[in-house]
C-alpha cells in the first residue's frame, strides 16, 4: 500500500517540470487555460494568431470580438472572426474591408489548416 505515495509524487513533479516547459503549454492549450483563466480575464487561447487582429469590449461575452481593422463587433467567437477577416463567405459574417492583405492570407492559411486537421481527425474517428 505504501507503493501509492512516490508514484504520486512523480506525478506532481512530472507536472511541475511541464508547466515550466513552454512547448508544452503550447502542446495542451486546454489544459493551460483551465488552470490560467482565472487571473487572465479577456484572452482567450492566446496561441491562436487570430488574437492579434481582434479583442474583446466585454469581459463577461468572451464570444464578442471587435475587428480591428473595421471595428465590426462579431458576436460568435474566434473562427466567425477568421472568416471575416479571410473573407469568405456563406458563414453568416460579412468579409472585413479593412484587413490588410497579408493577414486576410493568413486567416485563409489558418482556416484551410483547421479544416484538414478535421478531416483528418474524421478519419482517425472512422478507424477506430
Ligand atoms: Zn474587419
Known amino acids: 500500500m505504501k507503493r501509492g505515495l512516490p508514484k504520486i509524487r512523480m506525478a506532481v513533479a512530472r507536472l511541475k517540470k511541464h508547466s515550466g516547459n513552454p512547448s508544452s503549454v503550447a502542446s495542451a492549450p486546454a489544459a493551460n487555460a483551465a488552470a490560467g483563466t482565472a487571473a487572465t480575464q479577456v484572452v482567450i487561447n492566446s496561441d ?37 477577416l479571410a473573407g469568405i463567405k456563406g458563414n453568416n459574417v460579412k468579409k472585413c474591408e479593412k484587413v490588410p492583405p497579408p493577414v486576410r492570407d493568413e486567416m485563409i492559411a489558418q482556416l484551410t489548416k483547421k479544416i484538414e486537421e478535421k478531416d483528418q481527425k474524421a478519419k482517425e474517428k472512422q478507424m477506430d
Do not use: E, S
Open 48 to 84: 491562436d494568431p487570430a488574437w492579434a487582429h481582434c479583442f474583446c469590449p466585454d469581459a463577461t461575452k468572451k464570444h464578442w470580438l471587435v475587428c480591428k481593422y473595421c471595428d465590426k463587433l462579431l458576436k460568435a467567437g474566434i473562427t466567425r472572426v477568421k472568416y471575416h
